[in-house]
């Protein structure tokens, strides 16, 4: 079955960097791509960005443009969040997502603060 493993989450001072990884298993990782996902208390829950399956193409929300990255490598079956110059609105439980056979699959979370 379909498994994603988030992990990188914790604490940080704005201004801060983290960096999420998210292991896939149970499915042709290099096949599908991948996405982060957040949901900050009281909040739905909004796409952060986008790689496609082969890493060629990426695509950002606007409000993380420029500060995060997201980036996979499909040897490992990891794609990662390389998130900098990190905000309180930043705060939020991240998500690792792919789509196969229009089936969303989430991992559990982890939880990102930005906090002073």
């Known amino acids: 079955q379909v498994q994603l493993v988030e992990s990188g989450g914790g604490l940080v001072q704005p201004g801060g960097s983290l960096r999420l990884s998210c292991v896939g298993s149970?499915?042709?990782?290099?096949?599908?791509?991948m996405s982060w996902y957040r949901q900050a208390p009281g909040k739905e829950r909004e796409l952060v960005a986008r790689i496609t399956s082969a890493g060629g193409s990426t695509n950002y929300a606007g409000s993380v443009k420029g500060r995060f990255t997201i980036s996979r490598d499909n040897a490992k079956n990891t794609v990662y969040l390389q998130m900098s110059s990190l905000q309180p609105e930043d705060t939020a439980v991240y998500y690792c997502?792919?789509?196969?056979?229009?089936?969303?699959?989430w991992g559990q979370g982890t939880q990102v603060t930005v906090s002073s």
């Open positions: 149970g499915f042709t990782f290099s096949m599908y791509a």
């Open positions: 997502n792919t789509n196969r056979a229009y089936t969303d699959y």
